[in-house]
């Protein structure tokens, strides 16, 4: 009885060894693979309700994405390239917002580096950053 005892002891504590190394979760940009993932929510600094949320590209590095630019809501598709990102554009609102600055909606280009995302306009120059909420 105590060696089936001790063996089952053994493999429990094996199991959950397995599982806990496993990471059966999402991909990050901060574990062990070098390669940064685009999905999940971004948020910008300013304005402060502004972000952008992916989703998973597919195996051709295709997703969607939605957000807001502190103002309108904005949305599109976006083709991910290691760590680079082509944006489209697609369907926004047209509120009018004095004061808020919408640079969010120019999006073009975007790059990663571990949390931090530079979001370039159609033309590359850098426009703003988002940081990883998620």
């Known amino acids: 009885m105590k ?3 001790i063996v089952f002891a053994l493999g429990a504590v094996c199991a959950l060894a ?3 190394c496993g990471g059966g979760g999402a991909a ?3 574990g062990g693979d070098s390669t940064p993932t685009i999905e999940g929510k971004w948020k910008a600094e300013d304005p402060r309700d502004a ?3 992916f989703g998973a ?3 051709d590095g295709k997703g969607s994405y939605k957000g807001k630019d502190g103002c309108n809501s ?3 598709t976006f083709t991910m390239q290691a760590d680079n990102a082509d944006v489209k554009q697609g369907p926004s609102t047209l509120m009018a917002c004095p004061g808020v600055n919408d640079w969010l909606s120019k999006i073009g280009s975007l790059s990663i580096a571990g949390d931090n995302m530079t979001v ?3 033309k590359g120059k850098e426009i703003g950053t988002l940081t990883r909420a998620d």
């Open 51 to 53: 972000y952008l949320e």
């Open 57 to 59: 590209p597919d195996g």
């Open 28 to 30: 990050s940009s901060s």
């Open 120 to 122: 370039k306009d159609d």
């Open 74 to 76: 904005i949305a599109g």
């Open 18 to 20: 397995l599982t806990a």
């Open 3 to 5: 060696r089936g005892m």
